[in-house]
């Protein structure tokens, strides 16, 4: 054993830190330890860094300057309150002082004149290191999304969440910021995206045809390995079927979380089964799914013998007695089938305040003949449900 923590080496101080990331008190416990751990956990407190004005983003620069080595800490950079427009136009100039930042977030991003000329965007292209770029609260038109995801040269993923995109620009002169019917300003696609994971949260408004429409022509189709999209809508339907028969088959991870006032419509009567064309993506391993009983319509379009190594269901359980065993006799005898021979691990992740024993063995009795051949996972995640579940 080693006579005091500050002996312990480096490296994994460091490993263990990284698991404090998100416990601040965690964190501050463990900077009381010694001088040792006081500096290794120094950069948890800056690995996410937000700001939300003039003032803050000159704190941060006029801090970096004096410590770089801070700049160097910071993986993820939080921009909120963006539609202030006079502060906005001066975020890409603290760039090049964080040069291991990954993750751009960027929220109530409103598109507007000043920060929809080309100046702008290449001076975005600073943030070479930026890998992941989220999007809250945002109001513009797909040809400003284009240009702001061309401006990041490595980035990977893109995330949208509670935003509205439209094929007009907007007015933030304005008091409800309304879109008005001018034509977009020219704006540059400085690089061609490469995306690896396109995610949509449920909350997303506007029709996101015209983004679908923009990825289906860019070299994403052939990168994409993750697509994250809701069925909130009969159209949400028409986009993802859409989107799945553009992205090539190097497709690996699929998750479709369905609105309640949807979910069964993807029953084959309903004719919205055809949307889900899955018959080419052959590398696909993993789909992440709610409401169990409606899914028989997408697991069928996989091919066969289906490449699926991996499903999680997500399932809020209000009462165990709604969870019925005939409501899901039709995908326990799909799932044990010949066309599922490749499949490892079929995961129940709960929602709701059931003990951990009583869910799974209603879902070994439910899913007898799954059980039969492998073994199924139950995993409780929270207490209380978001919008979209039904049981």
């Not at 930042?101 to 070479?128: A, C, D, G, Y």
């Not at 704006?187 to 909350?203: A, N, Q």
């Not at 004719?271 to 696909?284: D, E, I, N, P």
């Amino acid at each position: 054993m080693f006579e005091n923590q500050s002996a312990l080496p480096p490296e994994l101080i460091t490993e263990i830190t990284g698991y404090l990331i998100d416990d601040k008190d965690s964190v501050l416990s463990s900077a009381l330890t010694c001088h040792t751990w006081y500096n290794a956990t120094r950069q948890c407190f800056y690995h996410k860094i937000s700001i939300s004005s003039k003032e803050r983003l000159e704190t941060l620069e006029e801090l970096v300057d004096e410590n770089p080595t801070i700049g160097c800490w910071v993986r993820i950079l939080r921009v909120s309150e963006m539609h202030s427009v006079n502060w906005v136009i001066h975020i890409p100039g603290i760039a090049r002082k964080l040069p291991n930042v990954r993750t751009l977030e960027m929220s109530k991003l409103w598109q507007h004149i000043s920060h929809s000329n080309p100046e702008w965007f290449e001076s975005l292209s600073q943030f070479t290191s930026i890998q992941h770029l989220s999007l809250d609260r945002c109001m513009f038109s797909v040809n400003f999304l284009k240009s702001l995801v061309s401006s990041l040269p490595h980035v990977k993923a893109l995330s949208l969440a509670r935003t509205n995109i439209d094929e007009y620009s907007f007015d933030i002169g304005s008091i409800f910021e309304v879109p008005y019917d001018e034509k977009d300003p020219e704006m540059p696609c400085l690089h061609e995206p490469r995306l690896e994971e396109f995610s949509v949260d449920t909350s997303v408004f506007s029709s996101c045809e015209g983004v679908c429409e923009w990825l289906r022509t860019t070299e994403s189709v052939s990168t994409l390995r993750t697509i994250i999209y809701p069925i909130d809508s009969l159209t949400s339907f028409k986009e993802i079927g859409d989107l799945l028969v553009a992205a090539g088959g190097q497709l690996e991870y699929l998750e479709c979380s369905m609105a309640k006032e949807v979910s069964k419509s993807v029953y084959p009567e309903n004719g919205f089964a055809q949307y889900f064309k899955l018959s080419h993506h052959t590398g696909l391993r993993h789909i992440k799914v709610n409401y169990p009983r409606y899914t028989v319509p997408l697991f069928s379009a996989l091919p066969d013998p289906s490449p699926l190594q991996c499903i999680t269901f997500s399932i809020y359980f209000k009462r165990m007695a709604q969870f019925k065993n005939k409501d899901h006799k039709a995908l326990d005898d799909l799932l044990s089938s010949p066309q599922f021979s490749n499949l490892q691990r079929v995961c129940f992740e709960y929602t709701g305040t059931l003990d951990y024993e009583t869910v799974l063995k209603k879902m070994q009795r439910v899913f007898k003949k799954l059980v039969a051949k492998i073994d199924i996972e139950v995993k409780m995640v929270a207490t209380k449900p978001p919008n979209y579940y039904l049981y």
